[in-house]
């Protein structure tokens, strides 16, 4: 009988599976003399080839965000300057500032 309650609650994970977490990339970009650069595209690859590119812009904070990222390695370009960021757990957090 235990084992049968034990098969039945497992089959509910094949039917009904459980989403992936996903994860958030946020960060503020900064000019040079410290104020926030708003509107500025931040262009966003990875973690894996088949990935497409994804663009967003900075808000008039120099905020911006990316939501419903699976976990891994990523590509941030703003201003033609680029860096690696490695995204795991809900939110990863990157600030950049311009020349």
Known sequence: MRFLKILAALSLFVVFPTPLLASELEGQV???NGRPASNIPVNLIGPN?????QEERTNESGFY?????EPG???VT???RSTEVHVFGRKTRRDMRLP
């Open 30 to 32: 900064l000019e040079g």
């Open 49 to 53: 080839p088949t990935t497409q590119e």
């Open 65 to 69: 965000k990316f939501k419903k990222l």
């Open 73 to 75: 390695k990523y590509t």
């Open 78 to 80: 703003i201003a033609g």
